[in-house]
């Protein structure tokens, strides 16, 4: 049977509780391992505590906490969760000296070997335009275009040389451009303009 609320309650009281409750948790956490993942478009930051004396693990994506155990009796093995769809495995071993390793492995691969795959399949451009921060990441398999994490549908159109697409936010007018290299083994040159401005290239991570 379902639990009834107490008379009174209010349930958007309760969530708001429940909120700050989790702001406070977020604010004293003691982050024993960091990783930051890009997959589909975004960098999602991903955060564990592992308290060595009770076992506690705690796992926060992007600042929010989606796993906690608050008592373990076994201080290593796995925990698993998804990102973006994407199967992610963090696993704790014990090292010399009483401590502890934590390795994150995504879709089946090591960490470090993800990213790596990840920097040779996307291309990243950021920018800040009037306050406001854009992140262009290309998909260079699918031609698969993000912004901000969000899968714009735009299609190219073929010019001299290669194909740009276009596409806008907030008034600002994004267009990547595709160009040959000339050179077989470059292959395809990719830049980014907003409003006619060069947006600078960055590292995938």
Not at 93 to 121: H, I, M, N
Request: hydrophobic content about 35%; overall charge negative; aromatic content about 10%.
């Amino acid at each position: 049977m379902a639990e009834s609320e107490p008379p009174g309650a209010d349930p958007q009281e309760s969530e708001v509780d429940k909120e700050a409750l989790e702001r406070e948790n977020y604010a004293r956490r003691e982050v024993a391992a960091e990783w930051h993942v890009p997959l589909g478009g975004k960098v999602f930051r991903v955060e564990f505590e592992h308290g060595t004396a009770s076992g506690k693990r705690v796992l926060w994506i992007d600042g929010k906490e989606i796993l906690r155990r608050d008592w373990m009796f076994k201080l290593v093995g796995e925990d698993s969760f998804h990102l973006d769809g994407v199967r992610c495995i963090l696993r704790v071993d014990p090292a010399p000296g009483f401590k502890y390793t934590y390795s994150l492995f995504v879709g089946g691969q090591a960490f470090e070997q993800f990213t790596e795959r990840q920097a040779r399949a996307l291309k990243a451009w950021e920018i800040t335009v009037r306050d406001k921060f854009y992140r262009i990441v290309l998909e260079k398999d699918s031609l698969n275009v993000y912004l901000n994490g969000k899968l714009r549908e735009e299609v190219g159109e073929f010019v001299d040389g290669g194909a740009d697409t276009t596409f806008q936010a907030d008034g600002n007018v994004f267009i990547l451009h595709s160009r040959s290299s000339g050179n077989k083994r470059t292959g395809i040159l990719h830049s980014v303009t907003v409003n006619g401005a060069q947006v600078p290239e960055v590292d995938i991570k």
